[in-house]
Antibody, heavy 119, light 107 residues
Framework: QVQLVQSGPEMKKPGASVKVSCKTS????????VSWVRQAPGQRPEWLGW????????KVAERFQDRVTMTTDKFTSTAYLEVRDLRPADTAVYYC????????????WGQGTLVTVSS | DIQMTQSPSTLSSSIGDTVTITCRAS??????LAWYQQKPGKAPKILIA???SLQSGVPSRFSGSGSGTEFTLTISSLQPDDLATYYC?????????FGGGTKVEIK
């Protein structure tokens, strides 16, 4: 079955960077993209961006363009999200999701990675 | 950015009731709308895409309708397993945006 398994929780200080991985299985990685979504406690989900699983094209939400990088490794069917210059407001659960288009809807989602930013 | 507004923010209904959740977009999104169910501590799960297309494995008591700026998610015959928060999401344009959620409680 299709699965996305994310890396474990992270605790970071303000100004640091974090890299979250999303290992996929059960489907042809290069046939789909991966979107990244974060959800702060008690808040609505917030889309960060999308990466194509085959040709590395990305679309990053404008408000994150200077701090977020999305990459993939086709050989291990893994997607990565890096967020730089972390702030306490970046504390959230970060999810990856198999994207059914070029930024569309997501099915399924990974289990989530809690990133806590605190001094 | 397209703003997505859901109502109500919370609703409490009895088992067997029919429940309707509304999602409004700040501009027309045609039928490019998805609905998700999120249970506490879990990732969202897709229910409906393209406004009314029920996804594989989702119980038929869930249905979606609407186009343009107004959409509804209906749960007919509410079940205990439906306790969750429901989100709508538009995908006609970047950035993709989500509604504020509707928490469904069982009376």
């Amino acid at each position: 079955q299709v699965q996305l398994v994310q890396s474990g929780p992270e605790m970071k200080k303000p100004g640091a960077s974090v890299k979250v991985s999303c290992k996929t299985s059960g489907y042809i990685f290069t046939n789909y993209g991966v979107s990244w979504v974060r959800q702060a406690p008690g808040q609505r989900p917030e889309w960060l961006g999308w990466i194509n699983g085959n040709d590395y094209r990305t679309k990053v939400a404008e408000r994150f363009q200077d701090r977020v990088t999305m990459t993939t490794d086709k050989f291990t069917s893994t997607a990565y999200l890096e967020v730089r210059d972390l702030r306490p407001a970046d504390t959230a659960v970060y999810y990856c999701g198999r994207d059914e288009g070029d930024g569309a809807w997501f099915d399924p989602w990974g289990q989530g990675t809690l990133v806590t930013v605190s001094s | 950015d397209i703003q997505m507004t859901q109502s109500p923010s919370t609703l409490s209904s009895s088992i067997g009731d029919t429940v309707t959740i509304t999602c409004r977009a700040s501009q027309s999104i045609s039928y490019w709308l998805a609905w998700y169910q999120q249970k506490p501590g879990k990732a969202p799960k897709i229910l409906i895409a393209k406004a009314s297309s029920l996804q594989s494995g989702v119980p038929s008591r869930f249905s979606g309708s609407g186009s343009g700026t107004e959409f509804t998610l209906t749960i007919s015959s509410l079940q205990p397993d439906d306790l969750a928060t429901y989100y709508c999401q538009q995908y006609i344009t970047y950035p993709l945006t989500f509604g504020g959620g509707t928490k469904v409680e069982i009376k």
